[in-house]
Every structure is written in C-alpha cells, then in structure tokens.
C-alpha cells in the first residue's frame, strides 16, 4: 500500500479531520511530502461548543468560524469545498458533488454527524436545528423578528434536555428575558442524563433561576407552524409555540451510512484501537462517525474532546504507516464536561474540579481558546477577548 508519494484524504474538517490535518502538516515526510486534501461542504471549521455564544451576541462568527482557507494558509493542505456524496471502496475513490472524484492512497472518515429531523412529523418544516452557523443564523434571524414584533410573549420550546438543550434553553432565556417563556422537553426523567451530577445540579438551578419550564417524561410528537403536541402518559396536549429548536438525536452523515461496511447501533463504523476499518487498514475513523474502544477497552464518546484526542493518533498512525513505523493504539482521557448556563456563566466538572457561575465561564473560554484550531487564530480571538471591554466601553451609549 504505502507508495513513495500517497495522497491522504480526509473528509470532514471538523474536531477529527481538521486537527488531522493540521498535525499531518506539521511533521517531517523524509520521503517526500505526500499530497494531502481536506474536504468539507463548508468554507468555515466551527468550534461546536461555543456555537451557543453566537445566539446571545457574546462571541461573534469569525471568532468560532474561521474559514478553512485562513486556517490552511500556511500549509500545503488542499482545501476542497464540496460535498462527498459517495465513497468507492474498490477504486480508492471518494465522489463529490461538483461531479469530481478524489483518488486516495489514505482516507481519513470524519464526517460527523448530523441532527435527524425525521424524528416526527412536522419536525423538518418547522423546528429549527442548532448544529451550523446557518443554523444559529436562522435562529438569531427568528429571534429578532420576534423581538421587533408587538407580541408581548415569545413561546419557545425546546426539544431535548441533553447539554445542547439545556445550554441552548439558557442562553434564550437571557436574550429573551422578561418576555422569554421558554419549555425543555425530554422523554426521560431527568435534565442531562449523562452528565456529572455537580452540573445536573447546577443546571437545574439556572433553568428555575431563569423561569424555564421543564417537561419530563413527556413525547414531542407533532411540530406545526404555531403549536407542537406533547404526550405525557399517554395524554396529547397541544401548546402555542412561536419558534421550536430540536436538539434530538445524532444522524450519521449520509455517506458513512451508504459505506459498504459493518455499522453499529445509529450507523457509526468500527474502528480498531488503532482508528483504522479492520478490512480496510489505510481507512481511518474518527469523531462522531466512529465507534471505537481505546486501548484501556472504554468506549470513546461522540464528543469533540475524543474527536480531538482522536486527531493526533489517527495522524501519528497514517505518518507511521507510510514511514514504516509502529501504530499506536488510541487511549482516551476524560476531561470532563462544561457547560455555559447563560451569559457569562457556566458550569464544569472534570479532573477532580468542579465550578459554577461567572468563574466557570472564564475557565471556560479559556480552555475552549487553548483548543482552538491553529496559534494564529487562537491570538487574534485572544487579543479581541482583551481589547474588546475597553472599546465597548468608549462607544456613546
Ligand atoms: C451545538 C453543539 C455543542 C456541542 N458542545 C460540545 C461540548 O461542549 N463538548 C464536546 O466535547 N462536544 C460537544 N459537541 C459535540 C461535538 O461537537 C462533536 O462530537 C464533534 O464535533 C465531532 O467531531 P467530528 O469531527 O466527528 O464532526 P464535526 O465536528 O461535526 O465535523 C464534521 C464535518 O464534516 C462536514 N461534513 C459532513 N457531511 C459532509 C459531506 N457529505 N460532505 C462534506 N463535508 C461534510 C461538516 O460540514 C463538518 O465540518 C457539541 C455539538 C453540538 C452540535
């Protein structure tokens, strides 16, 4: 497999195939430097946990978007903006929507996920996802018509009480203030099921604080222009809602669903300890679209911290494997969780460390800029974090 020039190709420039490449970019190819492309149907990378920022107005798009041509500028990584529509096992070969097609010697899946609007009916015409900058676009875009209108309340309801839920049912909650009437729905029986109980506890404080309705053990199961229906125990009710966010469930991306490959529960893809496919081992996975068990035997969560842990060994292991060298298998460490609860506040536990309020959401932001893609985006966004108080500060009020 390994030829004296392969061209790696890695589809998806989020958490795993954007930090892919970038670490491929930084080491020394004594062979000759292969040709490596990096494809997404975006021009922007986004930093999918500070999304949530752009819908009170504390961060601004360039900040969490960069686009991939500034991140790339100073590498030889190609950037191909396009959608991947299919994945050629036997020809090495990945189709792109334009009508091109890629050759690879290497493949690096990181697709990620998308959020299922299938899920009930009226979903996919009227509940807005939050998972894109166009997304969070169209939300903001809602908001403010809303906003500017005469209705003295906005009803919003939001679908799903895992972290994006709740972080999203927050930041409204502070946007909307006085006039903000805002419902959490989630099936289960609990807010963040997953999560450490030291958040659950502190999320739960901030959505009373705040006035949000939860609803527990209750089914969305219809989504109209101005209303959903909610069942609990087997009793339909229909609320009045002016705007509807789903947060439910996570999609594999299409072309990994179509791979002609075994998939696991939700569609995701088998990886060795290693990241690659057992049959394929020049086809790496990672990231939302993976369902690895690391070296210690734990299951590796869909989250951005594993994708980025995956990133470095996914690249150190295409490095070894054209080089000749030993593959090293993937050991995931948990970190831990955060999550903003409002404007400038939030809450973490991870490490033996737990921490609510405005000084959570400094630790915060500050963890969230040392992982920030690339030192020159991380200062520019660093410099803007310092210096923008003092000019808000002089604009006439
Ligand atoms: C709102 C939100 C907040 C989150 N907050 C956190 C958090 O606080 N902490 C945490 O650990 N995790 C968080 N997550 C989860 C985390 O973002 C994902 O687990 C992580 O992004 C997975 O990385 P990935 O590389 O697999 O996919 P992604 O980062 O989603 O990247 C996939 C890329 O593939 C591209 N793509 C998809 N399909 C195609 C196609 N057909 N053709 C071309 N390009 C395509 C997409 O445009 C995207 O750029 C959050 C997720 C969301 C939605």
């Not at 030829?3 to 004594?30: C, D, E």
């Not at 991947?84 to 334009?98: G, M």
């Not at 072309?255 to 990886?271: C, E, K």
């Amino acid at each position: 497999m390994a030829q004296s020039n392969p061209s790696i190709v890695i589809l998806g420039g989020g958490f795993g195939g954007l930090y892919t490449v970038l670490r491929l970019s930084q080491f020394p190819w004594p062979q000759g430097r292969p040709s490596i492309t990096l494809v997404d149907q975006h021009s922007r990378f986004v930093f999918l946990p500070l999304l949530y920022e752009l819908v009170t107005r504390e961060l601004e798009t360039w900040e969490i978007a960069p686009p991939f041509s500034s991140l790339l500028a100073n590498t030889s990584i190609q950037f191909r903006q396009d959608r991947v529509e299919r994945i050629d096992l036997a020809q090495q070969q990945v189709a792109l929507h334009s009508g091109e097609t890629l050759d690879y010697g290497y493949l690096v899946l990181a697709l990620g996920g998308e959020t299922p609007l299938d899920l009930v009916p009226g979903a996919a015409e009227y509940a807005v996802p939050f998972r894109s900058v166009d997304d969070a676009h169209r939300l903001t875009a809602r908001l403010s018509q809303l906003e500017t209108s005469a209705q003295e309340s906005i009803r919003v309801v939001v679908a799903g009480a895992g972290p994006s839920g709740v972080e999203l049912a927050c930041k409204l909650a502070d946007r909307l203030g006085d006039r903000g009437r805002i419902r959490l729905i989630d099936r289960n029986d609990s807010i963040l099921k997953q999560s450490p109980s030291f958040n659950r506890t502190s999320a739960q404080k901030a959505l009373d604080n705040r006035g949000i309705w939860i609803d527990l053990d209750t089914a969305l199961k219809q989504v109209t222009a101005d209303s959903v229906v909610l069942n609990y125990k087997g009793q339909d009710d229909t609320i009045g809602a002016d705007l509807v966010l789903w947060t439910v469930g996570n999609a594999i991306a299409q072309p990994i669903q179509d791979l002609p490959v075994a998939h696991t529960a939700g569609g995701r893809i088998p990886t060795t300890a290693t990241l690659q496919l057992a049959e394929y081992p020049h086809i790496f996975a990672l990231g939302d679209v993976a369902d690895s068990v690391d070296a210690n035997q734990a299951q590796v969560p869909a989250t951005a911290q594993a994708a980025l842990q995956q990133s470095s060994c996914a690249a150190w292991n295409i490095w070894a494997l054209i080089n000749h060298r030993s593959l090293l298998p993937f050991r995931y460490t948990h970190l831990g969780e955060m999550l903003t609860l409002g404007t400038e506040t939030a809450a973490l536990a991870g490490l033996g460390v737990t921490l609510d309020g405005p000084l959570a959401s400094v630790a915060r932001r500050l963890v969230y800029l040392t992982r920030m893609p690339t030192l020159d985006h991380q200062v520019k966004v660093g410099l803007n974090w310092v210096v923008k108080p003092f000019l808000e500060a002089l604009q006439p009020k």
